[in-house]
């Protein structure tokens, strides 16, 4: 039950965080496109920043996810990320048995594409790495409450 739960929490982190993603997405395309007059500045981005935003965006909020699940099950640690690291392994599979079993457009591979999938398959370590950076600050917490 402790595992279903570390899941919940950390499929429940990526739904409250995807949800925040439109208006940003928004903000950067029209930064990008030409900006916002503010006063007398025109405040712009460079014309290719919404290239790399949604790679940036996948790392931080599945990073975020598998921290979160750690500080949620503080006594577990990492051990209650791993589930929901395992279930993150289900949405590259799902890519990589498309690819392998059915023909048409998946079997022309464009560079696009790939970067799709590298950034698919990457997925759980950056839930991994998030849970171990939550268990990093979760002794650096207990060991200042030693010093006290």
């Known amino acids: 039950m402790l595992a279903l739960r570390a899941m919940g929490v950390g499929i429940a982190t990526l739904v ?14 029209v930064l990008s496109d030409g900006g916002y007059y503010v006063g007398p500045y025109w405040l712009t981005l460079p014309p290719n920043a919404i290239r790399w935003l949604p ?6 909020v599945f990073a975020a996810s598998g921290w979160t699940t ?3 099950h503080r006594s ?3 051990a209650m990320v791993l589930p929901f690291a395992l279930l993150a392994c289900v949405f590259p599979a799902i890519v990589v048995v498309n690819l392998v079993t059915y023909g048409g457009p998946w ?8 970067g799709g999938m590298i950034s698919s398959l990457t997925l759980p370590a950056w ?13 650096r917490t207990r060991r200042s409450w030693k010093r006290t």
């Open 70 to 72: 750690t500080r949620f």
């Open 127 to 139: 839930i991994l790495l998030g849970g171990l950076l939550g268990v990093i600050r979760i002794q």
């Open 76 to 78: 577990h640690g990492i």
């Open 107 to 114: 079997t022309i591979l464009t560079a696009p594409r790939i």
């Open 55 to 60: 790679g940036l965006i996948n790392i931080l």
């Open 16 to 29: 409250v965080a995807f949800a925040a993603v439109p208006p940003l997405v928004r903000v950067v395309r």
